[in-house]
């Protein structure tokens, strides 16, 4: 607690008592004391009272009580304490307190402990379009002790030999760190403490300190310091080439020296997809103000972001700072033609699907695109406007024609391309693709699989892997269409795409025979995140209209065969519990009659049999009722064309015969 209130004390509240003397022996009662670094001192404190004391010394960094720390202490009639330094160290600034705690009293001592201020050694100095001259400079070492500082100059004319009366600077500020000097314009020839162009100045840094003074003498040519400044800028567009406009500052004195000016202008795309054209040269103004410079080669359709700075030529001065614009060259018709792979088609019974890259940003031409299909049967087909972000165009496949590729071109309200890209539809062959496509995510990639057909291996030519961001339940490619080719039977590849956020990324597969002909591409049914849950035989989805209607037989066939089985069934249960017997009458009397032949034979009795007329047969019922050999009754109802809709349960067997005769004796 008392070391505390020593520090409040040494920061301004404290009681000084004349019964406490302190300081070094020759200047005892001097409350601020400077030393230089290594330098020895002996601090004393001592007690003027007579009675018994006791002493203690306190070092306090700071008004914190935590940075206070007891030095030494001792008790006696007109007692004394001392601090030796052998060596000062920058850490032993402070403040010093000694205290009597017998009596409460207390005296202080502030020290600092630093360096000689050092000579400056540079010095920034800057001339804003030769208005005015601005010089900082950094103060010396921190560390040096209190330090005064003043600004000096002197002037005179350029290649002159005589510099005027030294002067303070007009208008000085510092801080604890810098100091700075500004001469504001003048523009009297007559003038002696303002700024004009042609002068040369000379400034005075001095700096005084009780450990030692400094000076520096810096020779300052302000041509040499001057910072232009670019303003007004304009810019006119032509589909390919930018015409630029900018001013310097109308006050500039550029006619009074060697007006000789670089300019440097950057041109870049405004998405900073290329490296900038950078631009340098130089020109006489002649103290002319106005620039013009016109920048050719752009691309039309597009936003580019154009930079110009200046400065005096040689070796004087500094780089203006940049000025900037934003501008889109005007739009024109279509230079590239689209880009695709000659294979990239997708062929769903009536329609085929294309596909092909979204223009690049430095190759766009116009806001909207559209596609003209040369080659079709029936004409040429221009898709309606669309962005360039739409990948796919659907025609349909009875358009196709045999004669040749379908040429496809980039068209806007301007007109087309003169350069198109073919894709082989005349090269259709639509079994001749893989069975299925399968993905597998892994962490940063994706393994697609294919399933080639075993027929097809030898004469395949090349395999193409493609994929897109789109729509998979329709096949529609939105954006970042592109294709990895590789040579023969290729049933497996890993691909790394980029990482986004939107759209489901979509892959397929192609072959194309030694002739190039291709089934087109064939899109995976099956993505999954582990090596097991996709296999060929989970893939539902089937692209050709003869496989759909292998699909609708094989699902309406199980149900034909159910109702066939249930129906067998039911006729089976009606044979079994309801027998009924039908029997034509002729084909019943050839019966009766060979079976009474066989038993007059075996009696050796001949009877004359005749013929049953049967004329009427289809019009007559015979009914009779015979009891069998089992007891069991059994009507028997014959008739043309009709059957009994009624039966008895039993037997019919041989005894019938007997119902033959009794009928016709």
């Not at 020109?283 to 752009?298: A, D, Q």
Request: one cysteine or more; hydrophobic letters at 30%.
């Amino acid at each position: 607690m008392h070391v505390f209130f020593a520090a409040i004390g040494v920061f301004g509240i404290c009681c000084i008592s004349a019964n406490i003397e302190m300081g070094p022996l020759s200047k005892f009662n001097t409350y601020k004391l400077i030393r230089s670094v290594n330098s020895t001192l002996d601090l004393y404190c001592r007690s003027t009272s007579n009675a018994s004391t006791k002493l203690l010394i306190t070092h306090c960094k700071s008004s914190v009580e935590s940075s206070c720390k007891n030095l030494t202490a001792e008790t006696g009639q007109d007692s004394k304490v001392v601090v030796k330094f052998l060596s000062l160290k920058l850490s032993d600034s402070g403040s010093y307190t000694c205290q009597d705690l017998t009596s409460n009293s207390s005296e202080y001592i502030s020290l600092t402990v630093g360096v000689k201020p050092e000579p400056l050694e540079t010095m920034d100095c800057v001339s804003p379009d030769f208005k005015e001259l601005i010089c900082t400079w950094n103060k010396s070492n921190p560390h040096s002790a209190p330090t005064k500082w003043e600004i000096w100059y002197s002037w005179r004319p350029v290649n002159g030999f005589k510099y005027s009366k030294q002067v303070r600077c007009p208008a000085e500020s510092q801080t604890n760190f810098s100091m700075t000097c500004r001469w504001a314009s003048c523009r009297d020839p007559l003038c002696k403490e303002g700024f004009a162009p042609m002068r040369e100045y000379r400034v005075y840094v001095a700096g005084s300190s009780q450990l030692g003074n400094v000076t520096k003498t810096f020779d300052i040519t302000p041509e040499h310091h001057v910072k232009l400044t670019v303003e007004k800028l304009q810019l006119r567009t032509t589909a390919t080439s930018l015409a630029v406009k900018w001013n310097l500052d109308e006050d500039i004195f550029l006619s009074i020296f060697n007006s000789t000016l670089d300019f440097e202008t950057l041109t870049s795309l405004d998405n900073l997809t290329t490296d900038p054209k950078v631009s340098k040269w130089t020109i006489n103004s002649k103290g002319e103000t106005e620039f013009t410079k016109e920048i050719p080669g752009l691309y039309p359709f597009t936003r580019y972001k154009f930079c110009v700075k200046a400065k005096l030529s040689g070796n004087r001065g500094f780089w203006s700072e940049p000025i900037c614009d934003k501008v889109i060259t005007k739009e024109t018709a279509p230079i590239h033609a689209p880009e695709t792979d000659r294979w990239a088609f997708y062929v769903d019974g009536d329609q085929i699907q294309l596909y092909m890259k979204e223009v690049p940003l430095h190759l766009r031409t116009s806001k909207e695109y559209r596609y003209s299909i040369q080659g079709l049967e029936g004409g040429n087909i221009t898709t309606s406007a669309v962005t360039p972000g739409n990948t796919t165009i659907t025609i349909p496949a009875s358009r196709i024609s045999e004669q040749g590729p379908l040429l496809i071109r980039s068209c806007n309200d301007m007109g087309c391309s003169s350069a198109s890209t073919p894709i082989n539809t005349d090269k259709i062959r639509t079994e001749f693709r893989p069975r299925g496509v399968i993905v597998t995510k892994k962490t940063d990639s994706y393994t697609v699989s294919c399933d080639i057909p075993e027929k097809f291996r030898k004469e395949i030519q090349l395999t193409k892997f493609y994929y897109c961001r789109g729509h998979r339940e329709n096949n529609i490619c939105l954006s970042n269409f592109n294709w990895m080719t590789k040579t023969g039977a290729e049933s497996n590849l890993t691909i790394i795409v980029p990482d986004v956020k939107y759209g489901d990324w979509m892959f397929g597969v192609s072959i194309v025979a030694n002739d190039n002909t291709s089934g087109g591409i064939l899109f995976a049914d099956c993505y999954s995140s582990s090596n097991n849950s996709c296999k060929y035989g989970n893939i539902l989805k089937v692209e050709h209209a003869s496989d759909k209607i292998l699909i609708t037989i094989l699902v309406v066939l199980p149900s034909v065969i159910l109702i066939l089985i249930a129906f067998f069934i039911l006729r089976y249960l009606k044979q079994r519990y309801c027998e009924e017997i039908k029997i034509e009458l002729p084909v019943l009397f050839q019966m009766k009659n060979s079976q009474r032949e066989m038993t007059y034979e075996s009696q050796n009795v001949v009877e004359p049999y005749n013929s049953i007329p049967t004329t009427n047969i289809e019009h007559q019922e015979a009914t009779e009722t015979k009891t069998v050999n089992n007891g069991d009754k059994r009507k028997i109802s014959v008739a043309g064309s009709s059957e009994s809709s009624s039966c008895d349960t039993g037997v019919v067997d041989n005894s019938f015969d007997n119902f033959k005769r009794k009928s016709y004796v």
